[in-house]
C-alpha cells in the first residue's frame, strides 16, 4: 500500500438532516481515502448523530451509508463523550468503528493532522 499523502482531520459539528455540510464532509472523506490520504473525523454537537446506527431516511441520502463507507475505506472516526451525554446518545448507539473520545483525543487528531476541516 502506497504511503498516505496527507492526514485531513474533518470535524462534523452539524446533524446529518439538518444540513448538508455533513453529506459534503463525508464525499470528501471518501474521496480523500480513496487518494491514499489519511482521515480523522470528529463527530461533535449535533454531529454526534451521524454516527448514530440503524439510520434509515426515506427522502435524504442515507449519511449512515457514507460514514460506514468511510470508516471501511479506513477513517479513524471518534465522537465527543461530553456531546454524546448532553443529548442522551449511549456508546452502543453508535456504529461499529466510533469511538467515545475527549477533547484530548481532538486535540490528537489535531496536531497529526495536515489540515482541519470544520463543517
Do not use: H
Not at 482531520?9 to 453529506?23: F, K, L, N, Q, S
Not at 472523506?29 to 487518494?35: D, P, R
Not at 454531529?47 to 457514507?66: A, H, L, R
Not at 448532553?86 to 489540515?115: H, K, P, Q, W, Y
Amino acid at each position: 500500500m502506497a504511503e498516505k499523502k496527507k492526514t485531513f482531520t474533518i470535524v462534523i459539528g452539524d446533524g446529518g438532516y439538518t444540513a448538508e455540510r455533513p453529506y459534503t464532509m463525508l464525499r470528501f472523506a471518501y474521496t480523500a481515502l480513496l487518494e491514499d490520504n489519511k482521515i480523522n473525523i470528529f463527530l461533535v454537537e449535533d454531529g454526534i448523530f451521524v454516527g448514530k446506527k440503524n439510520q434509515d431516511p426515506t427522502t435524504y441520502d442515507n449519511i449512515g451509508k457514507w460514514m460506514k463507507d468511510v470508516i471501511v475505506e479506513g477513517a479513524n472516526v471518534k465522537a465527543c463523550g461530553v456531546c454524546m451525554k448532553a443529548r442522551g446518545l449511549s456508546e452502543d448507539e453508535l456504529m461499529d468503528g466510533i469511538e467515545r473520545t475527549t477533547m484530548n483525543g481532538f486535540v490528537a487528531m489535531c496536531e497529526e493532522a495536515d489540515n482541519v476541516l470544520f463543517s
